[in-house]
Nanobody, 127 residues
């Protein structure tokens, strides 16, 4: 099992940028498919993006073209670069490490979430 710790959240104005990072420990990081999810107050958890061990990525329509996920298997980290932020991006962002085959996780597009979770980091977009 892998342990995950997020960092980089904060307050940013609309149109601004923020970079989140998730550091992993405890297992072979490169074997996992990595995901970012978010949950706004009073809302259900929402899948944001996925990256496989070989760098394949998919994004939710709501963030496509604005967010970029990347991973460094040598450093055991996965980052989320968020640009052109909107107030509706306000949420707690959580990283997830899924041990299932990449093809399965990509096809699910965030549904049936499984694996290890971080504690989350708050992102607030407000003027």
């Amino acid at each position: 099992q892998v342990q995950l710790v997020e960092s980089g959240g904060g307050l940013v104005q609309p149109g601004g940028s923020l970079r989140l990072s998730c550091a992993a420990s405890g297992s072979i990081f490169s074997l996992y498919v990595l995901n970012w999810y978010r949950q706004a107050p009073g809302e259900q958890r929402e899948w944001v993006t996925t990256i496989t061990s070989d760098g394949r990525t998919i994004y939710a329509d709501s963030v496509k073209g604005r967010f970029t996920i990347s991973r460094d298997n040598a450093k055991n980290t996965v980052d989320l670069q968020m640009n052109s932020l909107k107030p509706e991006d306000t949420a707690v962002y959580t990283c997830n490490a899924d041990p299932r085959p990449p093809g399965v996780v990509l096809a699910l597009k965030g549904r049936s979430a499984f694996g290890s979770w971080g504690q989350g980091t708050q992102v607030t977009v407000s003027s």
